[in-house]
């Protein structure tokens, strides 16, 4: 089992629709969990850190479910320039899933 | 302040020969990551340098490649003798401390032909 899975997509969702996405982890100690976005031919940049409590920042929500060990992103109201990869990285190591590539249409 | 400078952003190189890429962190970051990112694909973890600590090499693909990192400072990524399948964007990214977000770097592009 991989270290970190995310579901590749692709979502391809219209504007102003809700996405979640979720990536499971294999190592139950794991304790940093963040989402990152990547646009195409560009370096990663972090969106958001992942706490305990769930965190929010706008349209964007991020939640982890240790029990499951799984963490979530959830955009609300996507807009055209949501589009994009999303890559969810976990524990320490820095390890990142293989990201869940997602399109916003007009 | 000064972002994570990686230098060439481009290398084209012959199957079989030596590069070597090199990472500049942000000042007083003391963890650094190297990842391989082929075209399409997720990133590839390489090899991982805190502080003055044993850097976890477990992600080095053969041992064609190797890196270095001087103190806190400068890392470089040599791949011996590449092959086509060599061919990615390098990814470096430093961070305060382990377990904190990552500041990456532009990039390397590497083509091996």
């Known amino acids: 089992r991989k270290e970190v899975e995310q579901d590749p997509g692709p979502f391809n969702v219209p504007e102003g629709a809700t996405v979640a996405f979720n990536c499971t982890y294999s190592?139950?100690?794991?304790?940093?969990f963040f989402w990152y976005r990547q646009d195409c031919r560009k370096e990663p940049k972090l969106l958001m850190s992942?706490?305990?409590s769930g965190n929010e920042d706008g349209r964007f929500t991020a939640q982890l479910n240790r029990a499951s060990q799984y963490i979530s992103l959830l955009i609300r109201d996507s807009k055209l320039s949501d589009s994009a990869t999303y890559l969810c990285?976990?524990?320490?190591?820095?390890?990142f899933g293989a990201g869940t590539r997602l399109t916003v249409k007009p | 302040g000064a972002g994570v400078s990686q230098s060439p952003s481009n290398k084209v190189t012959e199957k079989g020969k030596d590069v070597e890429l090199r990472c500049d962190p942000i000042?007083?970051?003391?963890?650094l990551y190297w990842y391989r990112q082929r075209l399409g694909q997720g990133l590839e973890f390489l090899i991982y340098?805190?502080?003055?600590?044993?850097?976890?090499k477990s992600g080095l693909p053969s041992d064609r490649f190797s890196a270095e990192r001087t103190g806190e400072s400068v890392s470089t990524l040599t791949i011996q003798r590449t092959q086509q399948e060599d061919s990615a964007v390098y990814l470096c990214?430093?961070?305060?401390?382990?377990?904190?977000?990552?500041?990456f770097g532009n990039g390397t592009r590497l083509t091996v032909t």
């Open positions: 990214a430093s961070s305060p401390w382990d377990s904190q977000p990552l500041h």
């Open positions: 190592n139950s100690a794991s304790q940093s």
């Open positions: 992942v706490y305990s």
């Open positions: 990285v976990v524990n320490r190591d820095m390890r």
């Open positions: 000042s007083g970051h003391t963890a």
């Open positions: 340098f805190q502080g003055n600590s044993a850097p976890d």
